[in-house]
């Protein structure tokens, strides 16, 4: 079974906050990922990690930044929140690519 | 044209029956292919991988990979109401540097008891 968590599950903020979400797995996976996910469409990647201090971005243009200072820990962090981020931000890991394991999300509404 | 294509649906069967999913890809030097199980509210779970031609069979679930023609299908067969979820179609293409994995936007199954 997958150990990777998200946190937090839900989050509500106003415009302009800094936030960061939490992701950390217990598996040891040298992958890691951010996927942000709309209702009815194709998971984006937004950001990614081949290990410690290695990060790179994905396809989606994001405002966000990753870290990956340890190899369980990838935190990504929003400096000025927008309602244009609101999304369900997920967060995944992997050994061989494509065989990734899920968090649970994080559901994230910007007002 | 997106580089992974699926039928939205949704696609309903009765109890039981066979659901046949489909998806078809763009890029012919895609390498291996996953398919993720996603219910309503929850995050993606990966189901089956196949990577070569041909079928591969997982209990009640089998995927089809036919490269010539660039499609991949998951059966599931004997169908139950706990299949219903929305199934993801994700195509690893071989590139070096960049993001390799690509989802569809996934099918909508309903099982109908």
């Known amino acids: 079974e997958a150990d990777i968590y998200q946190t937090p599950r839900y989050l509500v903020i106003g415009t302009g906050k800094k936030i960061t979400l939490e992701c950390s797995q217990t598996?040891?996976?040298?992958?890691m990922y951010w996927y942000q996910q709309d209702p009815g469409m194709e998971l984006h990647l937004i950001h990614y990690s081949y290990g410690v201090n290695s990060t790179e971005k994905g396809d989606l243009s994001s405002e966000s930044t990753v870290s990956r200072i340890r190899t369980e820990h990838f935190p990504l962090t929003l400096e000025s929140a927008r309602p244009s981020h609101t999304s369900q931000y997920l967060c995944?890991?992997?050994?061989?690519?494509?065989?990734?394991?899920f968090g649970e999300g994080s559901r994230l509404t910007v007002l | 044209q997106k580089e992974v294509e699926q039928n939205s649906g949704p696609l309903s069967v009765p109890e039981g029956a066979i659901a046949s999913l489909n998806c078809t890809y763009s890029?012919?030097?895609?390498?291996?292919f996953f398919w993720y199980r996603q219910y309503s509210g929850k995050s993606p779970e990966l189901i089956m991988s196949?990577?070569?031609?041909g079928d591969k069979e997982d209990g009640r679930f089998t995927a089809q990979l036919n490269k010539a023609s660039q499609y991949v299908s998951l059966l599931i067969r004997d169908s139950q109401p706990s299949d219903s979820a929305t199934y993801l179609c994700a195509v690893n293409i071989d590139q070096t540097g960049a993001n390799n994995l690509f989802f569809g936007t996934g099918t909508r199954l309903t099982v109908i008891p």
């Open positions: 890029d012919r030097v895609s390498q291996s």
């Open positions: 995944a890991s992997s050994v061989l690519a494509g065989e990734l394991f």
């Open positions: 598996m040891g996976h040298d992958k």
């Open positions: 196949i990577y070569s031609n």
